[in-house]
């Protein structure tokens, strides 16, 4: 298994604990509110997205939770919606999402003491493997290369397609058709035995030039204008519901 695959593999065990977690938690003390959400749902298929969305629009109700809470579902939202379309995701983007994954279920405080020192060994792992390469390193999506135009394309692409609002709600990718019909929990183990032998074979280059000033080619000029673009669309739309604070990329310092 190449190192990319393994970070599917452990997203994929991640979200599902997530959804498994939310799922017991939400049918065990709010059965009569979830119960309903099920009967008007026209899809069969409760994936991560449909109980982020629950959590989301019940959280005034939920009083094991604290309000909070529903930043750590947007930034859980996004990630699951990057792998959803492909998009390249760093080391530090992973390490977060592993310990929004922690911060979680430690809130719910319904998760198998098991599942949540896996999930604790996995991230001071990753914490090992930051500190020995450059965490901007992609590590999924890893073939992406700066050099190659056709990669820039692909890429811009995606993010284009990220950037939609209506990207962000639940139900436009379930969690199977994004990892597939047969890769559910259960099936993480036979993959991946042991968090706490946690092993990454992370790109240990070291960018000795990251606060070099670099003049960017045309397809960086390109793609910045495509993020450019996609703030633009961004700021135009007058409902929040869907988005924490936009800042402007600044790209002075880069170029």
């Not at 990319?4 to 593999?9: C, D, G, L, S, V």
């Not at 405080?109 to 090992?128: F, G, L, P, Q």
């Not at 961004?234 to 990329?249: A, G, L, S």
């Amino acid at each position: 298994m190449n190192d990319e695959m393994e970070y599917m593999n452990i997203s994929q065990y991640c979200l599902n604990l997530i959804k498994n977690n939310l799922k017991l938690f939400f049918e065990t003390k709010y059965k009569d509110i979830i119960e309903q959400e099920y009967k008007s749902s026209v899809d069969s298929f409760y994936d991560v997205m449909f109980y982020f969305t629950f959590l989301k629009n019940n959280i005034n109700q939920i009083k094991e939770v604290p309000n909070v809470i529903i930043n750590t579902v947007y930034s859980l939202k996004i990630f699951r919606n990057k792998i959803a379309h492909q998009v390249p995701i760093t080391l530090r983007e992973f390490y977060r999402f592993v310990d929004d994954t922690q911060i979680i279920i430690e809130t719910l405080n319904i998760c198998d003491e098991n599942e949540k020192i896996k999930i604790e060994n996995t991230r001071k792992e990753i914490i090992k493997r930051m500190n020995n390469s450059n965490d901007n390193n992609f590590i999924i999506g890893s073939s992406y290369n700066a050099g190659n135009t056709s990669d820039h394309n692909s890429i811009n692409l995606n993010l284009n397609k990220f950037n939609s609002d209506s990207d962000i709600e639940m139900g436009d990718f379930t969690d199977e058709k994004i990892f597939g019909k047969n890769n559910n929990i259960n099936n993480i183990g036979k993959n991946y035995n042991d968090f706490s032998n946690f092993n990454l074979n992370v790109n240990n280059n070291n960018n000795n030039n990251r606060n070099t000033k670099k003049v960017p080619n045309n397809d960086e000029i390109e793609r910045r204008k495509l993020i450019d673009k996609n703030y633009e669309e961004i700021m135009k739309n007058n409902d929040r519901k869907n988005f924490m604070p936009v800042k402007k990329v600044d790209f002075s310092d880069y170029s």
